[in-house]
Structure formats: structure tokens, C-alpha cells
């Protein structure tokens, strides 16, 4: 089987949120279910502030529910503006930025 490279342009998009709250398992499946997203990352910060300047930070000995959270994803420009849409109806107060970006990934023939 020979490999082919493909290539498109899609758009990322990155969500900074926190844990409280218990909507980022509720928005993963979302993604899954609703979006057709390919594959979605969330990453969880070990320490952060938000724009009301609270500093917010994980210990040894405890487990924070307003740690900083990413949640990033990409697909093709006019479903992302869709779900970036839904992403502000289910989690208030999140920040989005997006950014169209090139693709590349193995394709077996």
C-alpha cells in the first residue's frame, strides 16, 4: 500500500475555560456526537488567572474545579463557526480564538 500525503486548510480553535461547573465531559461528547470532529484535545492546566485576575493553582493535596482547561479542536471553516456557536451557548463565559491552519496527514490508498 503506497501512502499518500494529503493537504487541506481547516480551521483550529482553542477554548480556555476552567473545570468548574462539570461542563467539559457535557461539551467532549457534544463534540463527539454533534460536531464530526475528527479528534479533540483538552488540556488542564496546573495553574492560571482569567480576566477577573484570580490566581488559581493545584496542590499536592487538592483538587481544584477552577484549574485552567483548553479544549482544542479543528475542522473545516464553516462547520467550526457552527460549533464555535454551540461552544458559547453551553459554556459561559469561555474565550475562543480560531485560526485557519494547513493540515497534512497520511492517507493509505
Known sequence: ????????????????????NGHISKTLEQLHERGDVIGTTIFRGVAGF?????????????ISGHLPV??????????????????????ENAHIIYWDVNLSFEHLD
Open 1 to 20: 500500500m503506497a501512502k499518500k500525503i494529503n493537504k487541506q486548510t481547516v480551521t483550529l480553535v482553542r477554548v480556555y475555560t476552567d473545570d468548574s
Open 50 to 62: 482569567g480576566d477577573q485576575g484570580h490566581i488559581h493553582q493545584s496542590t499536592l493535596l487538592d
Open 70 to 91: 483548553v479544549i482544542e479542536f479543528y475542522h473545516k471553516s464553516d462547520k467550526a463557526e457552527e460549533l464555535i456557536n454551540f461552544i458559547h451557548e453551553q459554556i
